[in-house]
């Protein structure tokens, strides 16, 4: 491999393995509203569900087979945080830090679903 052909793949390969953090963020922050639906909502929960289904689908399509773990870690860490601020927006004493939750949450659902065609 010559240095001019590491340097062009190089900024190729960061910019997959972004592509793949992002979509496994948005997994697990899919996965967590959608739990946080079936016990609010369970009809939005459909939608959500399907969203969640086409975003794991991005996964298998670009994701390398030595990743699994860290692909995992990810989704895990981006629901862990995605539910910390349901729980923070729906069972806050303080209004603003609960709205403030509620946006950011809402937020960051809408971001990983702006991508998605449906």
């Known amino acids: 491999m010559t240095l001019t052909t590491a340097v062009l793949a190089g900024p190729a390969r960061a910019t997959e393995h ?18 946080y639906q079936w016990m609010f909502d369970g009809v939005a929960s459909e939608r959500t569900k399907a969203q969640r289904a086409t975003v794991l689908q991005l996964i298998e399509a670009v994701m390398p087979e030595d990743m699994g773990r860290e692909v995992l ?12 601020l349901l729980t923070r927006a729906t069972f806050n004493d303080d ?20 991508f998605l065609l449906s």
Do not use: N, Y
């Not at 870690?73 to 981006?78: C, G, K, M, Q, Y």
């Not at 509620?102 to 937020?107: G, H, K, N, S």
């Open 73 to 84: 870690h990810w989704r895990i860490s981006a629901k862990l945080a995605q539910s910390a």
């Open 95 to 114: 209004p603003a830090d609960a709205a403030w939750a509620t946006q950011t949450a809402d937020r960051l659902t809408r971001d990983c679903t702006a």
């Open 18 to 35: 972004q592509q793949l953090q992002t979509f496994a963020a948005c997994a697990g922050r899919l996965s967590a509203v959608m739990e």
